[in-house]
Nanobody
Framework: QVQLVESGGGLVQPGGSLRLSCAAS????????MGWYRQAPGKQRELVAA???????NYADSVKGRFTISRDNAKKTVYLQMNSLEPEDTAVYYC????????????????WGQGTQVTVSS
């Protein structure tokens, strides 16, 4: 079974920084695109940042210049460095990955992590 496990969330003051990690595990054959999404209370889940297998990135306008997505393919891990955090960044952050595994007969499926809470408040 493929699993994505996020870590690194927490409470931070406005202007502070956090680094989220998402590690994939299981009988993984290959990982294509990975991304971070977030969902605030009463709002729809939205894309924050995405990265391809070769490192091409894409960001939501609201986080450009403040957040940086990166990945370590050897560790099967994607990161989200969040700087200059604002109260509006408060949400549950989810990791998503397009992953092929032996259990999926090497077909790519999208998997989600369980989410990690980020709260920006003074």
């Amino acid at each position: 079974q493929v699993q994505l496990v996020e870590s690194g969330g927490g409470l931070v003051q406005p202007g502070g920084s956090l680094r989220l990690s998402c590690a994939a595990s299981g009988s993984i054959f290959s990982i294509n695109g990975m991304g971070w999404y977030r969902q605030a209370p009463g709002k729809q889940r939205e894309l924050v940042a995405a990265i391809t297998r070769v490192g091409i990135t894409n960001y939501a306008d609201s986080v450009k210049g403040r957040f940086t997505i990166s990945r370590d393919n050897a560790k099967k891990t994607v990161y989200l460095q969040m700087n200059s955090l604002e109260p509006e960044d408060t949400a549950v952050y989810y990791c998503k990955g397009s992953i092929a595994s032996s259990s999926s007969n090497y077909v790519y499926y999208e998997y989600w992590g369980q989410g990690t809470q980020v709260t920006v408040s003074s």
